[in-house]
C-alpha cells in the first residue's frame, strides 16, 4: 500500500493545504512511532508548523522528539533541510540544554514566553551569538495531559544589538542626553549631563529640570518649555545650567517631544561663549583704542583751534569793556565771540563723540552745512602736505542721522585718506543729489551721496572687497584697529543708507555713503527768527538749578531779561526744599551737580508735580541717565547753548502744558 494511502485515515480529520502537506510527507524517518498512533492534537500542531511562514519547533514526549518547520530550519542555518523526530539531543545539541528547560516548564501545563533570549548557533560552521523571542504553549494527549510543547520563534538579534549599541552611546555620548516627563521632572541622564552638572545620578534622576537652571534664566526656561509642550521642536535653545558648585555651563539644547516624554540633547558650549565674550571685550577694547587713537591725531589741531578761539573771545569781550559807549561795535564784537564760542563748542562736540557710548540721537542733518562746520577740522587733520577739496552739491538737502557718529565717520574717512597719502596729495569731499531705482540694497527714491575720494596708494580688488569688515586692516601693527570702516559702514546702515568703496591701486579709493533725503531743511537764520518771538506765559516763574554759580548768573539774568520771575537753587537739596514755599511753572536744572544729580532731584520732584514742565542743561556726554527720566513734560538742552535755543526749547515745554 502506498505511504499516501496508509496514512490517510489519520488525517481525516484536517482539511485543505494543512492535510494535503501532512499526506504527502515522508513520516517514515521520524522516531515518533507509527503516524496513526499520534494523538489528534501532534498531528494538529505539526500540520500548523508545515504550513506556518513563521519558525515553529515542536518538542514531543519526554525525550523533546523536535518537529520543525522550513523557516525554523532557515533560522538556524540550514541545517536541517526536513521536518524531524529525532530527539532534540540529536538534532540540535547546541540548543539541547536551553529545550530542555522549555520542555519542564510547558509539561507543568503552564504558558510562558522567552524575551531576547541569548542563544549560540553554528551557522555555516561559525559561532554565532544570537536572541530570539520564544512563544509557548503546552500540547495535550488524549488524556488531556501535556505531552509537548509548540513554540513560535522570532528572532530579536539586530534590534538587540541595535538597543545594544544605543545604550552604549547613551553611557558613553559626549553629547548630553536627558529625557523628562512633560511635568518637567527628569527620568533620566546620561554620564556626560551627570558630570557636566557635577552632581551623582541619585541627584538628577527624580528632580525638576528648573532645578538646575540658572535663576537669572528660569523664565527662558519656562518659555522653552511650553514651546515643547505645544509640539514644537527646540533648535539651539541655549541656556545656563547651573552646577553643584554654584557655576555656570552654557548648553545648547535640541529636543523633540514623543508621546509623554522629551527628549533632549545638547552640547556644552561654555567655551565658545567664553570666546565670545573675550572677543566682545577686545572689540570694546579695540573701538576704544581707535577712539583714543583718532584724539591723539587730532590733539594738535585742536589745541591750536581752541587757542583761536580764546583769542576770538578773549579779544572781543576786552573790547566790549573798553568801548562799552560804542553800541554800534559792541553789537558787532559780541556777534564774532558768539560765533567763536560756536565754533567752540563744534570742537567739543566732536571730541565729546570719542569718549561717549551713547544711543543714536537722530535728527535732521543739512550735510552740507555739517562740512562746511568740519573745514578747519579736517584741514588740521589732514596736514599742509594734503590739499582739500570740498564740492557741496547738495545745499539745502537733509539726512535723517545722528550728527556726531556722522561726523565720526567722515574723520575715519579723511585719517584713512590721509594715511593713503604719506607723501601729500588730494582729498576730495563732495555731496550730490540722486534718485535711485533698481538698487539691490537700496528702496527706490531720492538721496544724498557723500564720496570721499583720495589720490593714494589705493587697494586691490580683493583687498578692497574686505575693507568694511571689522578688524581688517592693511595698516601695520599698533597703526590701526580696523574698525574705521567698519563703523562708517554701521553708521550709514543705521541712518538707512548704504557704505561702497572702490579702490585702484596707485590711483586712489573712493568711499561713497548714500543717505536717505529728506525735505528741504529750514536753515538756521529763519528758526532763530522764529524763536525770537515773545515766549508766553512772559508773568511765569522760573526755578534753576545749577551748582555752577557763573552758569547759574548767567541763566538767572537772561531769565529775568525776559520778564520771568526767577527762583535759583545751588544743589538738589536746596531746590527741593524751596517747593512747599513756591510753586514754579517750569525747572531749569544741571545733570552733573553733587549731592543729588539732576536726574535723582527731578525723580523726587515727580513725586509731588507730576506735569511740571522739566529742562535739563547740561555738558555732560552721557545721555542715558537723562533719557529715563525724560518724558513728553521734559527736554535736553546742550551746552554751550546761545538764548535763542533756550527760547524755543521753553515755548516748546510751555505750550505743551497748556495743552
Known amino acids: 500500500m502506498s505511504r499516501s494511502v496508509q496514512h490517510k485515515a489519520p488525517f481525516l480529520s484536517l482539511k485543505g493545504e494543512m492535510a494535503q502537506r501532512l499526506r504527502e510527507f515522508d513520516w517514515g524517518s521520524t522516531s515518533l512511532g507509527p503516524i496513526a498512533q499520534w494523538p489528534q492534537s501532534l498531528k494538529t500542531a505539526a500540520g500548523i508548523v508545515l504550513v506556518s511562514p513563521v519558525p515553529i519547533v515542536i518538542l514531543w514526549g519526554q525525550d523533546g522528539i523536535m518537529i520543525y518547520n522550513d523557516a525554523y530550519s532557515t533560522f538556524a542555518g540550514g541545517r536541517h533541510p526536513k521536518l524531524l523526530g529525532s530527539k532534540v539531543r540529536e538534532g540540535w545539541p547546541e540548543v539541547a540544554d536551553f529545550s530542555d528547560r522549555v520542555m519542564k516548564v510547558g509539561l507543568s501545563s503552564e504558558t510562558l514566553a522567552y524575551r531576547d533570549q541569548e542563544l549560540t548557533l553554528y551557522r555555516s560552521g561559525v559561532a554565532e551569538q544570537v536572541w530570539l523571542n520564544l512563544d509557548y504553549s503546552p500540547i495535550l494527549d488524549e488524556s488531556g495531559k501535556p505531552a509537548g510543547v509548540m513554540a513560535i520563534v522570532v528572532e530579536t538579534t539586530e534590534r538587540v544589538r541595535a538597543e545594544a549599541a544605543l545604550r552604549h552611546s547613551w553611557h558613553h555620548s559626549r553629547d548630553l542626553l536627558g529625557i523628562a516627563g512633560t511635568d518637567g521632572i527628569i527620568r533620566a541622564a546620561n554620564p556626560a549631563l551627570i558630570e557636566s552638572l557635577g552632581y551623582t545620578s541619585d541627584e538628577v534622576i527624580g528632580r525638576s529640570y528648573l532645578d538646575f537652571v540658572f535663576l537669572e534664566d528660569v523664565h527662558l526656561a519656562a518659555d522653552a518649555w511650553q514651546t515643547q509642550l505645544s509640539g514644537q521642536i527646540l533648535t539651539d535653545f541655549q541656556i545656563r545650567l547651573r552646577r553643584k558648585d554654584g557655576s555656570a ?134 596736514g599742509p602736505t594734503i590739499r582739500l577739496q570740498i564740492d557741496l552739491g547738495a545745499h539745502s538737502a537733509g539726512v535723517l542721522c545722528d550728527q556726531t557718529q556722522l561726523e565720526m565717520a567722515v574723520l575715519n574717512l579723511a585719517i584713512n585718506a590721509r594715511d593713503a597719502m604719506p607723501n601729500g596729495g588730494e582729498l576730495r569731499i563732495s555731496t550730490h543729489e ?25 587697494m586691490p580688488a580683493e583687498v578692497a572687497a574686505k575693507a568694511f569688515d571689522p578688524f581688517f586692516t592693511t595698516k601695520g601693527v599698533d597703526k590701526g584697529t580696523g574698525l574705521g570702516l567698519s563703523q562708517v559702514y554701521g553708521i550709514a546702515r543705521q541712518a538707512g543708507g548704504v557704505a561702497r568703496i572702490q579702490s585702484v591701486p596707485q590711483q586712489g579709493t573712493t568711499v561713497w555713503l548714500l543717505l536717505p533725503s529728506l525735505d528741504k531743511i529750514r536753515s538756521s537764520a529763519a528758526k532763530r527768527e522764529e524763536s525770537d518771538s515773545p515766549i508766553a506765559p512772559m508773568t511765569a516763574t522760573i526755578l534753576v538749578v545749577d551748582d555752577d554759580a557763573d552758569v547759574r548768573q548767567f541763566l538767572v539774568e537772561a531769565l529775568r531779561t525776559f520778564g520771568y520771575q526767577v527762583l535759583e537753587a545751588e544743589d538738589g537739596y536746596a531746590a527741593l526744599s524751596l517747593l512747599p514755599k513756591s510753586s514754579p511753572d ?18 523726587e520732584l515727580r513725586l509731588k508735580r507730576p506735569d511740571l514742565p522739566i529742562l535739563f542743561v547740561s555738558g555732560y556726554a552721557e545721555t542715558a541717565a537723562m533719557e529715563k527720566v525724560v518724558d513728553e513734560n521734559t527736554s535736553v538742552l546742550r551746552k554751550p547753548f546761545e538764548i535763542s535755543k533756550l527760547q524755543e526749547i521753553m515755548s516748546r515745554l510751555f505750550q505743551k502744558s497748556l495743552e
Not at 364 to 374: F, K, T, V
Not at 441 to 458: K, N, Q, W
Request: hydrophobic residues 40%; glycine residues 8%.
Open 434 to 458: 540722486r534718485t535711485i531705482a533698481h538698487d539691490p540694497e537700496l528702496p527706490t527714491g531720492r538721496y544724498i551721496e557723500l564720496a570721499v575720494s583720495d589720490t593714494g596708494t589705493g
Open 249 to 382: 555651563r552654557w548648553i545648547s539644547w535640541n529636543s523633540r517631544t514623543e508621546g509623554d516624554l522629551f527628549y533632549g540633547y545638547g552640547r556644552d558650549i561654555t567655551a565658545a561663549k567664553v570666546q565670545e565674550q573675550a572677543l566682545a571685550d577686545a572689540e570694546r577694547a579695540l573701538r576704544q583704542a581707535q577712539k583714543m587713537e583718532a584724539i591723539g591725531q587730532l590733539t594738535g589741531g585742536i589745541a591750536h583751534d581752541f587757542n583761536n578761539v580764546l583769542q576770538s573771545l578773549t579779544g572781543c569781550l576786552d573790547l566790549i569793556r573798553r568801548k562799552s559807549n560804542e553800541p554800534e561795535r559792541v553789537h558787532r564784537w559780541a556777534e564774532a565771540g558768539l560765533k567763536a564760542a560756536q565754533r567752540g563748542a563744534n570742537l567739543t562736540a566732536q571730541l565729546l563723540a570719542f569718549s561717549r557710548s551713547q544711543k543714536l540721537e537722530l535728527q535732521q542733518i543739512n550735510l552740507s552745512a555739517l562740512l562746511s562746520g568740519m573745514r578747519e577740522l579736517l584741514a588740521r587733520t589732514l
Open 586 to 603: 517750569l525747572v531749569i536744572v544741571d545733570y552733573a551737580m553733587p549731592g543729588l544729580t539732576g536726574v535723582e532731584m527731578v525723580r
